[in-house]
């Protein structure tokens, strides 16, 4: 007798239980990319269950940093289809707590813009990189409805500025791996990752809302 298909949500329980231990995994031994066998002992999965889902660990983790991408799009796309006007304030709430606050975020970024090219399978990368750009696209869209930009474009622009703003000034002062990770450099700047990144990220969103003679 053939065994029953497993529901859409029993499908994306596990799912996300392979994420998690893919992440937590990750978390401890950043050095290395866990193998699919530590994944599937850590998910208390056969190893076989992962390729039901994945076609390789590296597969597996650009699906971890895409839920966490989504978790924030969501976010944003539900507070923007709200009625009430979103203010800058606002706009950097939602960006603290779903990407700088989220612990794995940027650093499993980080990793997977390094192996987006290389280790994932490239119609995966592809797939990836089109839903990046539709959920952008309408989060570039909805934010017109609340700050003074021009058109959808520069909404667009926007997000992917802000994006690389915080990803690079984490690189930069906020990992353990930082540039200025020297007692010396650290001495000099005094680098405080989240409060250096609000006062870019507010000048950055600013600058663009001002430059046609807009105000944030």
């Known amino acids: 007798m053939a065994r029953p298909l497993a529901s859409e949500e029993s499908r994306e329980s596990r799912r996300n239980a392979l994420l998690d231990a893919a992440i937590d995994l990750w978390l401890e031994h950043p050095e290395r990319l866990a193998s699919v066998a530590e994944v599937a002992k850590s998910a208390n999965v056969a190893k076989g269950t992962i390729y039901l889902y994945f076609r390789s660990k590296e597969d597996l983790l650009l699906a971890a940093h895409e839920r966490h991408v989504h978790a924030f799009f969501n976010?944003?796309?539900?507070?923007?289809?709200q009625p009430e006007i979103m203010n800058l304030d606002g706009m950097m709430t939602?960006?603290?707590?779903?990407?700088?606050?989220?612990?794995?975020?940027?650093?499993?970024?980080?990793?997977?813009?390094?192996?987006?090219h290389k280790g994932v399978t490239p119609?995966?990368?592809?797939?990836?990189?089109?839903?990046?750009?539709?959920r952008l696209s309408s989060a570039g869209t909805l934010l017109c409805r609340h700050f003074k930009l021009p058109d959808a474009l520069h909404g667009v622009r926007l997000l992917m500025q802000s994006y690389a703003l915080i990803l690079g000034l984490w690189q930069l002062i906020g990992s353990e791996n930082s540039i200025c990770s020297s007692e010396e450099v650290a001495a000099m700047l005094h680098p405080t990752y989240s409060i250096e990144l609000d006062d870019a990220l507010r000048s950055l969103w600013r600058g663009m809302l001002n430059k046609d003679g807009h105000d944030a």
């Open 75 to 81: 976010a944003l796309i539900e507070r923007a289809n």
């Open 123 to 134: 119609e995966i990368a592809q797939a990836f990189e089109q839903r990046m750009t539709d």
């Open 94 to 116: 939602l960006t603290l707590r779903h990407i700088v606050e989220v612990p794995a975020f940027l650093p499993l970024a980080t990793l997977v813009a390094g192996m987006l």
